[in-house]
């Protein structure tokens, strides 16, 4: 597609449930990357694939969280029993991450909120 | 990454040039400077980078100094749509490709 889509933009649930946010990447871009933004807070990295595989987990904050990615394409981020401080809006961006420079674009992100 | 360094924030007058400082003094020759920015509740837009040469496109120009331990970002004409967080990020090609967001400038650009 011509951008980064995600859906859904908006999701509230209650403590407890799990929750699978989608991201669809610019066709072509091999590279994925995750992040999650507080309230009033910074970028924070969660994880990245290159193809399926993700080489840098490093940022996801608990076992909980998981993300997976097929055909090199669609990826799936999933919060298993959600806790009231996973509320963030999720952004999900793509690059075609070959040798230089490196740009990130970026979807509108997922905006969770956890009751 | 080399660190980078921002002001915290910055007000610029409305039809007036934006210049936005960023120091990297540790940056390695391999490193590119990247701008991207955020404006209130949506994702980061790119804006533009560089390896050594001073950069321009249609939305900004990029000048980096003979050094490469600082760099400033040029918005020619600001308009009150330019308001937002500018993050100036230093980054290598190779190897992990994830960037790391510091906190970034807040320009306010004022009527």
């Known amino acids: 597609g011509a951008g980064v889509s995600q859906s859904p933009s908006n999701k509230v649930t209650e403590k407890g449930k799990d929750v699978e946010l989608r991201c669809d990447p610019i066709s072509g871009h091999t590279a994925l990357y995750w992040y999650r933004q507080s309230l009033g807070q910074g970028l924070e990295f969660l994880i990245y694939f290159q193809g399926n595989s993700a080489p840098d987990k490093s940022g996801l904050p608990s076992d909980r969280f998981s993300a997976e990615r097929t055909g090199g394409s669609v990826s799936t981020l999933t919060i298993q029993r959600t806790q009231q401080e996973d509320s963030a809006v999720y952004l999900c961006?793509?690059?075609?991450?070959?040798?230089?420079?490196?740009?990130?674009?970026f979807g509108a992100g997922s905006r969770l909120t956890v009751l | 990454d080399a660190k980078t360094t921002q002001p915290t924030s910055m007000d610029c007058a409305e039809g007036r040039a934006a210049n936005l400082p960023c120091n990297h003094s540790t940056i390695s020759g391999n490193e590119y400077v990247y701008w991207y920015r955020q404006i209130h509740s949506q994702g980061p837009q790119y804006i533009i980078h560089?390896?050594?040469n001073n950069e321009t496109n249609e939305m900004a120009s990029l000048i980096i100094t003979e050094d490469r331990k600082s760099s400033t970002l040029i918005l020619p004409h600001a308009t009150l749509r330019d308001t937002a967080v500018y993050y100036c990020i230093a980054k290598s090609g190779a190897g992990s490709y994830q960037l790391t967001f510091g906190k970034g400038t807040k320009l306010s650009v004022i009527p």
């Open positions: 560089g390896l050594k």
């Open positions: 961006a793509s690059s075609l991450a070959g040798s230089g420079a490196n740009v990130l674009t």
